[in-house]
């Protein structure tokens, strides 16, 4: 079974050679992204493994197919990046749906503390020897109002830790979780009643730009905004609006919708063209992450190990149909 892995990272490498190698599967680690450009890339292989910012569409998919490729294997939950409607009867489909809950839900939370108890900003003041506590203050998280939108995994997971700090939680989701014992409400009045508004939904034709100038025009003044999930759950340039005009406090943000050519890069010797991205970075009140909420050790591993049950499953004939992505008409 020979694999083409797209967007290899030096920390994707570990984890897949320790479950592959055993399992018989022959990887060959490329650098670039899959998309139109590099499907060549993929000549010869049984499966391609892909990524957040690889691009699969519907021309990458039918070359794919004509090369006698049988499966794309995402090591991601994520699939809006593929078309799966392409992919019907042609190839077959699976993700990652929950390689660590907790790891997406623990960073959300991390960003909070640091954007509130203005962490970031205190570090770099010490490593100079300033100690000044001017503009340093934050608010307490105590009794204060999240307003969580997605309540899968880790969305619950986030819940979970929110009540710890004693927060109050409202949820959305389209299909609630049963017996979560959550407060779901309509997204009125979640935007209405958070102080706090963290984003663990997918992104779909329904979500996307959920938060938007309508959404931001009906929360309270001074709200903050997590995203960890898909950057374009968000429209960034009403979210700028919302920030320049004292509506949104602050904005923690872990992905970006147009982040495909930057994140995972280093752009420090470069000029960074992408204006919007630019103002945010540029705004005190905003912090942004390079799309590594995932990231952790334990991640890392349930993603790789994932991933190749997924592939030997399939190529056994035993497809792993909890993992499988189909096009519903």
């Keep these: 079974m020979k694999l083409a892995f797209f967007d ?3 920390y994707d490498i570990p984890g897949f050679d320790r479950y592959a190698i055993p399992a018989g599967i022959e990887i060959k680690y490329y650098e670039p992204n899959l998309n139109r450009d590099t499907v060549s890339l993929a000549n010869g292989f049984d499966a391609v ?5 690889d691009t699969v569409d519907a021309e990458v998919v039918e070359k794919l197919y004509t090369m006698g490729v049988k499966a794309i294997v995402l090591r991601c939950a994520g699939f809006n990046n593929v078309d799966i409607k ?6 077959r489909v699976f993700r990652v749906p929950a390689y660590s ?6 960073h959300a939370m991390a960003l909070l503390l640091t954007i509130n108890r203005r962490t970031h900003k205190a570090y770099i003041r010490t490593r100079d020897f300033n100690f000044s506590l001017q503009g340093l203050a934050g ?3 105590y009794g204060k109002t999240v307003g969580i939108i997605g309540t899968g995994k880790i969305g619950r997971v986030f819940a979970d830790i929110c009540k710890g700090f004693g927060m109050n939680v409202l949820a959305y989701d389209k299909f609630p979780a049963a017996n979560s014992g959550l407060n779901y409400v309509e997204l009125p009045e979640l935007f ?12 779909t034709d329904e979500t996307r730009h959920i938060i938007n100038a309508d959404s931001i025009a009906m929360m309270k003044k001074g709200v903050t905004i997590i995203n960890t999930s898909r950057g374009a759950l968000v429209n960034t340039e009403d979210l700028i609006t919302g920030i320049k005009d004292r509506k949104v406090g602050a904005a923690c943000l872990d992905v970006y919708e147009e982040e495909g050519d930057l994140f995972y890069e280093d752009c420090s010797g470069h000029i ?3 204006d919007k991205l630019v103002r945010l970075i540029a705004m005190p009140n905003v912090i942004v992450t390079s799309h590594q909420a995932f990231l952790t050790n334990e991640a890392l591993d349930n993603i790789a190990a994932t991933t190749v049950n997924n592939l030997t ?4 004939g035993d497809p792993d149909t909890t993992t499988e992505v189909c096009y519903h008409k």
């Design 313 to 316: 499953r399939f190529f056994s």
């Design 49 to 53: 493994c892909v990524f957040v910012n």
């Design 86 to 91: 392409a992919c019907e009867g042609k190839l």
């Design 8 to 10: 290899t990272k030096s």
């Design 101 to 106: 809950p907790h790891a997406v839900a623990e």
């Design 272 to 274: 960074v063209e992408d």
């Design 139 to 141: 608010f307490d998280l």
């Design 192 to 203: 209405a009643k958070s102080d706090i508004i963290s984003l663990h939904c997918p992104l």
